[in-house]
């Protein structure tokens, strides 16, 4: 059987995989149905697809570019927003909207690796944690809680300082703060599935662990982590803004949304040149928001009990 | 009475002329498989249907009155606990896990009869008494987790007859219940019938519960009533194809070694449902001109009503 | 489904062992935390010694401040020395202040907690009714509207919103002070005995009206601005809690006997779903306190936040320490202030967490 399907061509490989695993596609084009229907899912994904695109396309969008890179045109200083500078220029001179759009594509890295990196950490251990929950189990449970119990602000703020400045130093330290989260999401749904009738057939059976592990109970524990990971790309993007904020982003010329809100800010001048605070901090809000309510719209889609109420 | 619901994948015609009585002082068995529409018929009565629901036509007759032309606030006020009251399948869900089940009882009639606290919750002790609870004083303080199933069942009960209501509708009272307490509940709900004098419309999948305890049933099949009939002329006699299948189905003691008679095919969804008579495709007696129309309920002998093309003479 | 009779005695033993194992968790936590940001704080680079000494000490100095700070023995010997101290409620010397890090902490956490009470307040009074509206009227514009703002709250980096609210309140409208706690002018024509480290109180107590108006003109916005968090999730939890209960079966039996729609939705509805809630409110009050931070250094507002930070820019351990012990054993305490009052609201929580 599967050598036959080998022998096709991708359209075909797609379809038997489709057939496999039909319920879950079923629901997968159910929601995005939904999903379609909520005005709020679909600004949140509209804004989420401009962002991502304006990020991989910034030389091609920018008014600017080479403004938008870190070139200082010192004759434009701090100019009120026009047709010419619609977002006004910086106390470099250089336009801002440019910028800007320089600026996502650090922003999108951050909020891609971090979630990247702390997503199959914490969900390995998550599993592992729930599947053998004497010893192992309660050990990394017990170094969940105790990296729970600190805000994540604070910790990614320790750790980034120890490493340094920069990007790559915030991407960790955030991973760090995060992974905790996802742990303790699919720990709770191991839990639960693996008390279900199929997965302890599946081990009556006599299945190996690892077997177990990766086809019954992950598939089923692993919706509420990503749900929250999705919605963790923006949440990331709004605690690395914050991070950078506090000066330990990438150094200047380097279009960090935060970096820039810094100089701006430091600079004491945000009232008079009030568009500088303005339009550096919004793109980071409406990033954060389109991917939050994306996330919460998915999420209740998702989840039986928020459904419409029915009789019965 | 014809209702839709408008659902995700379209409408769902969920009842389609569902049309029947009930006396003073019966208890009437409404009987159909899971998801042929008697619970949504009892909640049509009692208004209590998600606002997807529309009802497309029919009337409600109580004591005289349309119900359909009410508004909701109107069926909350006057009848809804107060002259209908609905028990509900299952006890332990059905009642509020954080309120003691005597301000429950106790609620409902301060609500429509204007009691005070210390008022209600005495006629609440004396109910709790009257439906055979050996200590009511500890089940009134009692919170809903802290009782068994027969308990909390008989707690609902007690609700529901707290304002003296001339109808109570059960649905599936027993279902989520032991058999041994099955049993009781049964007998209590009759006991009740008669001392209070009210009627009762039982909703169950169950023919032997039917059997016992109701004086006429009315069978239903995807939203649609196919026969009604007093209980000894329908088991003895059942006048449509799909009640006879039902009874034949049923595991016979004496057939033992035999195989079960199911009745082929499925229920048909009620998004697209057959044309003609919903029952048609899976039955044995099925005529053309049963795919072309929807027989009507009619009374072909006393008291016995059958919605069937075969008892109005049609051959083919 | 427990349905035998239980004892008195039996119900109150497993609230008491649920507590008991819930308070041992938490100083195992704190006594994690504590190690967590030890380790941590001695691996940043810079020299405590030298700061500690001052800019222009000479080396000598420096290094009798390296004996006194014990930064010459072997981590664990700091460490012991620490928790040694601790145990004593010593907690050291700020290196920045050089007074003692407790004094410091009790006198800048006063001002945090008006603020994080503020925003508390806040989050009840505005995200409870917003989540119930929404959760009766699920998807009508009303549930889109209040979604929309909701997680706006929680979307909105702090510092962007608190520009925001300055350009508009302070700029444009003139309405409300930029920053800072109680306005100097104020203090002078009507001055304040500062018993507590608290103006609320104090001014309170003292029956100072102006000092009261004062600070609370000065609390506005940097309250709005913490709270916006807190009120999006309250106010999302609330709503989800509601959409969940008013599906329950219990729900459709008040409905069945007829009991007012009001009611069944303020009182039935909304106690079931607030447990959850609470728990929400709880933990968005413990992190009010991290957020905190960001604005007490943007609006000037002298709390344990503007401490911390400084005394992070300058390396100063013992109270950087000092500060996550505070931070830690807040957390604790809100954590299992939640957890007893969610045990308190539903007797079956008890039961449940029997498996840790």
Redesign the interface.
């Known amino acids: 059987m599967t050598a036959e399907v080998v022998e096709l061509g991708i359209p075909a490989r797609w379809k038997a995989f489709v057939n496999r695993h039909r319920p879950a596609y079923n629901e997968a084009r159910?929601a995005w149905r939904?999903l379609r229907k909520?005005?709020?899912a679909v600004f949140g994904l509209v804004i989420v697809v401009a962002f991502v695109t304006v990020a991989l396309l910034a030389p091609v969008f920018a008014p600017y570019p080479a403004e938008g890179r870190g070139q200082s045109n010192l004759a434009n200083r701090l100019l009120p927003p026009s047709l010419e500078h619609p977002f006004g220029t910086d106390d470099f001179g250089r336009d801002l909207l440019s910028r800007i759009m320089f600026g996502a594509n650090i922003e999108l890295q951050v909020g891609l690796f971090t979630v990247f990196l702390a997503f199959p950490i914490g969900v390995l251990l998550g599993v592992l944690a729930g599947y053998f929950r004497r010893g192992i189990g309660?050990g990394i449970?017990?170094?969940t809680?105790?990296f729970l119990?600190?805000?994540p602000?604070?910790l990614a703020?320790?750790?980034a300082?120890?490493l340094g400045r920069g990007t790559y130093a915030i991407i960790v330290a955030m991973a760090v703060s995060f992974w905790p989260w996802y742990t303790r999401l699919v720990h709770a749904e191991v839990l639960r599935v693996r008390s279900l009738p199929y997965v302890e057939a599946a081990v009556a059976a006599g299945l190996p662990h690892r077997r177990v592990l990766l086809k019954h109970i992950l598939p089923n524990a692993i919706t509420p982590a990503t749900i929250q990971a999705s919605m963790d790309i923006?949440a990331a993007i709004?605690i690395g803004?914050?991070l950078s904020?506090?000066g330990l982003g990438p150094s200047p010329p380097a279009p960090d949304w935060g970096v820039m809100?810094n100089n701006a800010?430091l600079s004491g001048s945000?009232?008079t040149y009030?568009w500088l605070?303005?339009f550096?901090?919004?793109p980071?809000?409406l990033v954060?928001?389109a991917?939050?309510?994306v996330g919460?719209s998915v999420r209740e889609i998702l989840d039986p009990?928020?459904r419409?109420?029915?009789?019965? | 009475m014809s209702l839709n619901f408008e659902t995700e994948e379209g409408t769902a015609k969920v009842l389609d002329r569902v049309s029947f009585d009930i006396r003073p002082g019966e208890v009437f068995g409404l009987v159909g498989e899971t998801g042929c529409g008697k619970t949504v018929t009892a909640l049509t009565i009692l208004r209590l249907l998600p606002r997807s629901a529309r009802i497309r036509s029919g009337e409600i007759h109580f004591s005289g009155e349309n119900l359909v032309e009410w508004r909701d606030e109107e069926i909350a006020a006057r009848i809804r606990g107060k002259r209908i009251s609905m028990i509900f399948q299952d006890p332990a869900t059905s009642l509020n896990p954080l309120y003691p089940a005597g301000e429950q009882i106790a609620r409902v009639m301060m609500v429509h009869e204007g009691l005070e606290n210390k008022q209600a919750e005495a006629r609440a002790l004396g109910l709790l008494r009257r439906v055979g609870l050996p200590d009511p004083e500890r089940v009134l303080r009692s919170y809903p987790h802290e009782l068994s199933g027969g308990m909390q069942q008989r707690v609902m009960i007690s609700m529901a007859l707290a304002c003296r209501p001339e109808l109570i509708i059960a649905d599936e009272p027993t279902t989520a219940v032991d058999v041994t307490i099955q049993a009781q509940i049964l007998e209590l709900l009759l006991q009740l019938k008669r001392e209070f004098g009210l009627s009762v419309l039982l909703i169950t999948h169950n023919l032997g519960i039917v059997a016992e305890t109701c004086d006429r049933v009315g069978v239903m099949y995807a939203g649609t009533v196919v026969e009604i009939a007093r209980t000894e002329d329908l088991f003895r006699d059942p006048s449509h194809p799909y009640t006879q299948a039902l009874l034949r189905a049923l595991p016979n003691a004496d057939a033992r070694g035999q195989p079960l008679k199911a009745i082929p095919g499925l229920v048909p969804s009620l998004l697209e449902p057959p044309a003609g008579c919903r029952y048609h495709p899976r039955c044995d007696f099925a005529m053309p001109s049963c795919a072309r129309r929807r027989p009507e309920l009619l009374e072909h002998r006393t008291e016995h009503w059958a919605a069937c093309l075969l008892h109005e003479g049609v051959k083919e | 489904m427990v349905g035998a009779r239980r004892a008195r005695g039996t119900a109150a033993t497993a609230y008491a062992r649920f507590i008991i194992r819930r308070v041992l968790l938490s100083v195992l936590v704190i006594l994690g935390v504590l190690v967590i940001v030890f380790f941590l704080a001695r691996v940043i680079p810079a020299d405590p010694a030298g700061l500690w000494a001052g800019p222009h000490a000479p080396p000598e100095a420096v290094e009798r401040a390296r004996g006194e700070l014990h930064l010459n023995d072997p981590l664990w010997t700091q460490f012991y020395y620490y928790i040694e101290g601790l145990s004593r409620g010593d907690l050291g010397i700020s290196i920045r202040t050089h007074d003692p890090v407790w004094q410091d902490i009790v006198r800048t956490l006063p001002p945090t907690l008006e603020l994080i009470t503020a925003s508390l307040i806040l989050s009840i009074l505005v995200g409870i009714p917003l989540g119930v509206a929404a959760g009766i009227r699920q998807g009508s514009w009303v549930d889109h509207g209040m979604r929309f703002f909701a997680i706006s709250g929680v979307s909105v980096p702090s510092f962007w919103l608190a520009v925001i609210l300055q350009l508009l309140f302070v700029t444009s409208l003139g309405l409300l002070p930029t920053n800072g706690y109680v306005s100097e002018t104020v203090l002078l024509t009507y001055p304040l005995k500062r018993v507590t480290g608290s103006i609320f109180v104090d001014a309170l107590t003292q029956g100072n009206v102006r000092v009261l108006a004062d600070w609370f003109w000065h609390l506005i916005l940097p309250a709005i601005t913490l709270a916006s968090y807190p009120v999006g999730l309250v106010a999302r939890m609330v709503r989800t809690m509601m959409i969940e209960v008013l599906g329950e079966n219990y729900i459709r039996t008040a409905k069945a006997y007829g009991l007012p729609a009001r009611f069944v939705h303020y009182r039935y509805a909304l106690k079931n779903a607030v447990a959850p809630a609470i728990v929400a409110l709880g933990l968005s009050f413990a992190y009010s306190l991290t957020g905190a931070f960001l604005i007490e250094y943007i609006f000037a507002w002298p709390g344990i936040g503007q401490f911390a930070w400084y005394s992070s820019i300058t390396f100063d351990y013992p109270a950087i320490l000092g500060v996550a012990l505070v931070v830690a054993i807040f957390y604790v305490v809100v954590n299992l202030a939640v957890d007893l009052l969610q045990a308190f609201l539903d007797r079956r929580i008890v039961l449940e967490k029997r498996e840790a």
């Open positions: 159910r939904l909520d005005p709020l309660e449970m017990r170094v809680d105790m119990a600190f805000p602000i604070l703020f320790v750790i300082a120890a923006g709004l803004s914050a904020w506090l809100f800010y945000l009232i009030w605070g303005v550096i901090g919004m980071i809000f954060v928001l991917f939050n309510l919460d009990k928020l419409r109420r029915r009789i019965l």
